[in-house]
C-alpha cells in the first residue's frame, strides 16, 4: 500500500507518517514550493521518497502525483489531507480524485459547516451538547455599548482562523476588559472581513476527542486530556494523556451521527 501524505510542514504530519511507516506502508510526502523549506516530513526516515508541488496549479499537480503513484504501482494511493486548504480542494473535486486514491473526508458542506464555530455551536445546541455562552453586537448597538455588556474574562476568535493562514496562536485572544475587546474584535475583522466570535472563557483542564467516521458512524475514536499547552490558556496541546471520556463521546457522537460526518475530526 501507499500512502500519500499532503502538507508535511504541520508538526502533526509526522506522527501520520510515523504510524503509515510503522504498519508497512510506502509513504510520500508532498509539500508546496512556499512551504518546502519548513516540510518536517521531508527528512522522516519513514518517507519513502518526497514531492514539492508547485503553488500554481496545486490541485491539478497534487491530481499527476496521485495519478503516477496508481500507474506505478498498480493500484489506488490512500491519499491523507493534512492542511486543511487541501483538505478543501480535494472535498470540492472528490469525484475526480476518487478514481485515482483512497480517501476518506468529509463532504464541502460537512466542511463549510464544521470550519464555522458559530455553526457548530448551533449544531451543538440542536443535539443537546453544552457550550459555552456566546455574546453577539447588534445592529444598532455601539462597540462601547457591546463591550460593557459582556462578561469578562472572554475568548474573541475568528470563525475560521486557519483558513486565513493564522498559526493556532494567532487564532485567538483572551481578553479581560473592554478596551481590549473592541481592540480585539477590530484585528480579527480587519483579517477575515467578518466579526469574531465572543465566548465566554472557560477555566479549567481541556479535553479533546478524535475519530475516524463514515456516514455518522464512529469507526474508531480517542480520547485525550491536555497536560501542557503552548500558548498556556488556549494554544494547541504539547502534552496529553489518553483518557477514558465517556460523557465526551457521547457529546461527538451526538454531532457526528447529525450531519452524517465522513472522515477525520477532533
Known amino acids: ?22 504498519i508497512g506502508a510506502s509513504v510520500v510526502a508532498c509539500e508546496r514550493e512556499k512551504y518546502a523549506h519548513a516540510a518536517l516530513g521531508f527528512v522522516s ?21 496521485c495519478l503516477e503513484v496508481h500507474q506505478k504501482a498498480g493500484q489506488k494511493p490512500v491519499l491523507f489531507c493534512v492542511g486543511a486548504q487541501t483538505l478543501a480542494l480535494v472535498a470540492e473535486q472528490s469525484d475526480r480524485f476518487a478514481e485515482i486514491a483512497h480517501f476518506l473526508i468529509p463532504s464541502t458542506q460537512q466542511l463549510t459547516l464544521l470550519n464555522d464555530k458559530a455553526a457548530v455551536a448551533a449544531l451543538a445546541g440542536r443535539v443537546g451538547v ?25 475568548v474573541v476568535k475568528p470563525v475560521c482562523g486557519e483558513k486565513f493562514g493564522l498559526a493556532a496562536a494567532e487564532r485567538y485572544r ?14 480579527f475583522r480587519n483579517i477575515t472581513g467578518e466579526s469574531p466570535l465572543v465566548q465566554e472563557y472557560l477555566p479549567g483542564k481541556s479535553a479533546g476527542c478524535s475519530v475516524v467516521a463514515q456516514n455518522g458512524k464512529i469507526l474508531g475514536s480517542i480520547c485525550h486530556q491536555r497536560i501542557r499547552e503552548y500558548p498556556i490558556s488556549g494554544g494547541p496541546s504539547s502534552c496529553c494523556k489518553v483518557i477514558a ?21 477532533m
Open 45 to 65: 526516515c519513514y518517507t519513502k521518497y518526497s514531492v514539492t508541488l508547485p503553488d500554481k496549479g496545486y490541485a491539478d499537480a497534487l491530481y499527476a502525483l
Open 1 to 22: 500500500m501507499t500512502v500519500i501524505v499532503t502538507d508535511v510542514h504541520y508538526r502533526m504530519s509526522l506522527a501520520l507518517i510515523r504510524d503509515m511507516g510503522d
Open 130 to 154: 453544552k457550550t459555552p455562552e456566546s455574546f453577539v453586537r447588534s445592529l444598532e448597538e455601539t462597540e462601547e455599548a457591546f463591550a460593557a455588556r459582556v462578561r469578562y474574562p472572554c
Open 174 to 187: 483572551i481578553v479581560r476588559d473592554a478596551e481590549t475587546l473592541i481592540n480585539s474584535v477590530r484585528h
Open 245 to 265: 471520556g465517556e460523557e465526551l463521546m457521547e457529546a461527538v457522537s451526538a454531532l457526528v451521527s447529525e450531519i452524517a460526518l465522513s472522515g477525520v475530526a
